[in-house]
């Protein structure tokens, strides 16, 4: 099977919450594949959202670009619904001064439904995230 990024709406996957919202950086931006859009948080932390695949993955990579990131927690659940979420990785960023930061996780026991990305801290009142890739496949269908 070909590896994709499972979190591109364009596969079927969808941000369905976000603690915080503003019209012209809206959540939906993490996962457009649009390098000039983000979604930007309102100030206080901690700051999450939740990203739906609609179907069994089997995460193997994650790359997160973002800014003024701090801490971030990262949960996922293989749930129907978006529950029982478990710790999956945490991460203290690097302060990278004008320039967006890029993680690159290599991910263990990455099968999900749903992930929760938890920013606990940041650098300034405000954080945004430009996108998350998750490089996988799709493992089944939800039934």
């Known amino acids: 099977m070909r590896k994709v990024d499972l979190c591109l709406n364009s596969e079927g ?12 950086h809206p959540p939906e931006n993490i996962i457009d594949g649009n390098p000039e859009t983000f979604w930007t948080t309102t100030g206080m932390f901690p700051q999450e959202f939740i990203i739906c695949f609609h179907k069994h993955v089997k995460i193997e990579k994650l790359i997160i670009q973002s800014y003024l990131v701090q801490t971030l927690k990262i949960e996922k659940t293989t749930a129907k619904e978006p529950t029982g979420f478990e710790l999956w990785i945490q991460k203290d960023l690097v302060h990278t001064e004008g320039q967006l930061q890029n993680e690159e996780i290599v991910a263990r026991d990455g099968y999900a439904t749903y992930l929760r990305f938890i920013i606990l801290s940041a650098f300034d009142h405000f954080a945004s995230v430009h996108s998350i890739c998750a490089e996988g496949i799709a493992v089944s269908t939800l039934s």
């Open 13 to 24: 996957s969808e941000v369905i919450l976000a603690t915080s919202s503003d019209d012209k």
